[in-house]
């Protein structure tokens, strides 16, 4: 009988353990520690006649559950708002950057009234490997933007130092994948490339 109630006693105790060894923690994304910026290219016949377009993001927000024990049992979910992305364009006048944005944030291209929010949700973790400032591994997910939503996998470097989990890494997409139609003008003799290169710094802080 003592037997009987050591074994279960010892069960629920290795049980335990094991579930306090698996457990996550919960970190919250800080749009102030985060920085991502879209490069958008020139393209066309007379493409030396117009510029390359720098845009930042400002608004960024989210949770990541972490696992230190197996990264590949960690989720993401980030939000950007769309409203918050926003021209930098270095060298150009205020009145050109003034006239990129009213663009961007139109109908025609992010049309930001009917879609707020450009999201990220991961699906899996796949090919970590440790290294001397964190982890490297591919991260694959569903990315919303425009309304419509896409798989893609793209490799992420991740570290942790004092309570701040940090993720840094690099993905292209196509406008047209999205529904959005590169601007042209000139009657087509400029016109922005299909394809943006995508630049980010992710920075969480784990919940108290």
Same mark, same amino acid.
């Given at each position: 009988?003592?037997?009987? +109630?050591?074994?279960?006693?010892?069960?629920?105790?290795?049980?335990?353990? $094991?579930?306090?060894?698996?457990?996550?923690?919960?970190?919250?994304?800080? %749009?102030?520690?985060?920085?991502?910026?879209?490069?958008?290219?020139? @393209? %066309?016949? #007379?493409?030396?006649? %117009?510029?390359?377009?720098?845009?930042?993001?400002?608004?960024? &927000?989210?949770?990541?559950?972490?696992?230190?024990?197996?990264?590949?049992? /960690?989720?993401?979910?980030?939000?950007?708002?769309?409203? /918050?992305?926003?021209?930098?364009?270095?060298?150009?006048?205020?009145?050109?950057?003034?006239?990129?944005?009213? $663009?961007?944030?139109?109908?025609?291209?992010?049309?930001?009234?009917?879609?707020?929010?450009?999201? #990220?949700? /991961? &699906?899996?973790?796949?090919?970590?490997?440790?290294?001397?400032?964190?982890?490297?591994? &591919?991260?694959?997910?569903?990315?919303?933007?425009?309304?419509?939503?896409? /798989?893609?996998?793209?490799?992420?470097?991740?570290? $942790?130092?004092?309570?701040?989990?940090?993720?840094?890494?690099?993905? &292209?997409?196509?406008?047209? @994948?999205?529904? +959005?139609?590169?601007?042209?003008?000139?009657?087509?003799?400029?016109?922005?490339?299909?394809?943006?290169?995508?630049?980010? $710094?992710?920075?969480?802080?784990?919940?108290?």
């Amino acid at each position: 009988m003592r037997w009987r +109630i050591w074994t279960g006693t010892a069960g629920l105790l290795l049980g335990a353990l $094991t579930g306090m060894a698996q457990e996550k923690t919960a970190y919250s994304i800080a %749009g102030s520690g985060s920085a991502l910026e879209i490069h958008v290219g020139k @393209d %066309g016949a #007379f493409k030396a006649f %117009g510029h390359d377009h720098l845009i930042a993001g400002k608004e960024i &927000s989210g949770e990541v559950q972490f696992d230190a024990q197996k990264i590949e049992g /960690s989720t993401v979910r980030l939000q950007i708002a769309t409203k /918050s992305l926003t021209v930098v364009d270095p060298g150009e006048s205020e009145k050109d950057r003034q006239n990129v944005q009213a $663009t961007m944030v139109g109908e025609k291209v992010l049309d930001v009234a009917k879609f707020p929010e450009i999201t #990220f949700t /991961s &699906s899996e973790i796949s090919g970590v490997k440790k290294n001397a400032q964190g982890w490297e591994l &591919s991260i694959s997910g569903k990315l919303k933007l425009h309304g419509v939503e896409k /798989s893609l996998t793209f490799p992420l470097r991740v570290q $942790t130092e004092n309570g701040t989990l940090r993720g840094a890494g690099e993905i &292209s997409i196509l406008q047209t @994948d999205y529904g +959005i139609t590169p601007v042209k003008v000139g009657g087509g003799t400029v016109k922005v490339k299909d394809k943006l290169k995508i630049t980010f $710094t992710i920075a969480a802080h784990k919940k108290q």
